[in-house]
Each structure stands twice: as C-alpha cells, then as structure tokens.
C-alpha cells in the first residue's frame, strides 16, 4: 500500500506563488509516472501535471503551462509544484495521484486559496 500525503497549500494573492510537495510511503515506490490534479468547487478534477518517475519527462494542462513546473526527488519520494503568477481561477483543492501498474493512488490533497 502506498500513501501520499501533500503539503504546502494556503492562501495566496494574485501573482503570487506557492510550492506543493507530496511525499510518499510505505512499500517501495516505483510509479510510472506521478501527477498532479485539481478540484475547484463545484467542478470535476481535472489534470495539472504529470512527470515520468524513471526520467523526469513532463506534460501540462494548457491552463498552466508556462507558470506551473512539476518535479521530483527519486531518493526522498517526493514530488513537487511549484506554482507561480497564480490566478484566481487556479483556486481549487491540489491533490497528488501515483500510477502504477499496480494500481493508482491518491492524496487526500491541499487547499489552494488566490485572491484577487
């Protein structure tokens, strides 16, 4: 069993930025990939980010590509967002996703508050 715990929401104003991390556990981690996603009020989660565990590679949302870069740390099984020139539309709960072939595993995500 895996679990993914994230960190690093909050509230933030326009522009500003805001690093999330998501830390993994339990037995060994191998993903293929992991990714990030989001769910605004009232909406359905939609897909943020993704990076290929094994070789760093990345896709992004049109919404935020260019301001938003994901990341990871294979020795510490990590992943990271780092969010910057942040909207008020990218207001939504931030949660981090590992897909393996094993399964899929979910967080139990991170508020993400922009005010305008």
């Known amino acids: 069993q895996v679990q993914l715990v994230e960190s690093g929401g909050g509230l933030v104003q326009a522009g500003g930025s805001l690093r999330l991390s998501c830390a993994a556990s339990?037995?060994?981690?191998?993903?293929?990939?992991m990714r990030w996603f989001r769910q605004a009020l009232g909406k359905g989660r939609e897909f943020v980010a993704e990076v290929v565990w094994s070789t760093g590679s990345t896709q992004y949302a049109n919404s935020v590509k260019g301001r938003f870069t994901i990341s990871r740390d294979i020795a510490k099984d990590m992943v990271y967002l780092q969010m910057k020139s942040l909207k008020p539309e990218d207001t939504a709960v931030y949660f981090c996703?590992?897909?393996?072939?094993?399964?899929?595993?979910w967080g139990r995500g991170t508020p993400v508050t922009v005010s305008s």
């Open positions: 339990g037995r060994t981690f191998s993903p293929y990939a």
């Open positions: 996703n590992a897909y393996e072939i094993a399964g899929t595993y």
